[in-house]
């Protein structure tokens, strides 16, 4: 009897391991629809905004606050966090956001966490180095969030600022459709490098190769983002600025790095998107950008997923908080 139970063990492990593939696949696809609807809702409030829907759909989405709630159902907005310490923090000013449902996605730059260990194993290589070093946009870097899909690792820098939002402008250079980058200052750096001595020392920094010829990439550079633009269904004509109410849409899908940390009503996830199966007037809302530029076929998509009904307090605005899973002290604060 014992010998025979061993002989199905096995096979039992197999059917377990399985069964939670399965089931792994499945949410993930769930996940990947959910996006899908959510980038839907904010570009075709976007669209109506835009005039394409008429003067009706252009009135009852004009206003920011309406256009916001009218796409999505309910309103983020960025405040002093109610945690006495913690900067600012993300509130939901308006409407509901059930549980399960997206409730903003986490922008910045995504690193796969086997080049991240390349990057600190190659600091080894310098002639004054004693030991490798971390990269040097994690340093004092309240703003990474490490995140697993599918067996892999990746490490996402949110930092709005510094050397962070400098070297996503630069991955943002090479993409297609032009990413989301309504969460960076505006007195941040420039899209492009304007010298060649600031692309050295930016890159020197960053620990990769500066370019032999900034000229000429920038003009590369300047005709991909012109493609980019010019793919995006519903965007405005070059040189003329998008409307408020496309602006809250933007922004409203790039707040997940503002969120504090603490357990509460939300999480995050990592959802793989087929880039085939996201079209421009979707893509443009997306604010996060590959590093380095592995999975070219892919958007590697980090959201901030409701765990429970996220709604406002008797009219007031709720701080939404989430559980970074690491002491708060050292990340989750945003100043």
């Not at 620990?207 to 493609?227: E, I, R, T, Y």
């Not at 979707?282 to 590697?300: N, S």
Request: aromatic residues 6%.
């Amino acid at each position: 009897m014992a010998s025979a139970l061993q002989q199905w063990l096995p096979g039992l492990a197999r059917l377990a391991a399985l069964e939670q593939g399965l089931q792994r696949d499945q949410r993930l696809l769930r996940l990947q629809q959910q996006l899908l609807q959510y980038l839907g809702r904010l570009a075709r409030a976007a669209e109506a905004d835009d005039g394409g829907d008429g003067a009706a759909a252009a009135g009852a989405v004009g206003a920011p606050a309406e256009a916001v709630q009218a796409a999505l159902g309910f309103e983020l907005s960025v405040g002093p966090s109610t945690i006495p310490g913690a900067g600012r923090g993300v509130f939901i000013t308006g409407g509901c956001c059930p549980a399960g449902s997206i409730l903003s996605l986490y922008p910045g730059l995504v690193y796969d966490s086997c080049d991240v260990e390349e990057q600190q194993a190659a600091s080894a290589l310098a002639e004054d180095a004693f030991a490798p070093a971390p990269p040097p946009w994690t340093m004092d870097n309240h703003y990474l969030l490490a995140l697993r899909c599918l067996g892999r690792s990746f490490m996402i820098d949110g930092r709005p600022f510094g050397l962070s939002a400098r070297l996503w402008r630069r991955a943002a250079v090479g993409v297609p459709v032009p990413p989301n980058d309504s969460w960076l200052p505006q007195r941040d750096a420039p899209w492009l490098p304007t010298a060649a001595a600031a692309a050295a020392v930016e890159a020197a920094q960053a620990g990769v190769p500066a370019a032999a010829n900034v000229g000429q990439q920038q003009q590369q550079a300047g005709k991909q983002q012109q493609q980019g633009r010019q793919l995006q269904a519903g965007q405005r004509a070059a040189g003329s600025s998008m409307s408020a109410a496309e602006q809250a849409l933007m922004s409203q899908a790039a707040l997940g790095n503002m969120f504090n940390h603490r357990p509460g009503g939300a999480t995050f996830e990592l959802v793989p998107l087929p880039a085939a199966a996201v079209p421009p007037a979707l893509a443009r809302f997306l604010p996060a950008v590959h590093a380095g530029g592995f999975d070219p076929g892919l958007h590697w998509v980090p959201i901030v997923l409701a765990s429970s009904p996220v709604r406002s307090e008797a009219g007031r605005p709720a701080e939404v908080l989430v559980d970074y899973g690491v002491d708060a002290q050292n990340l989750g604060y945003h100043f």
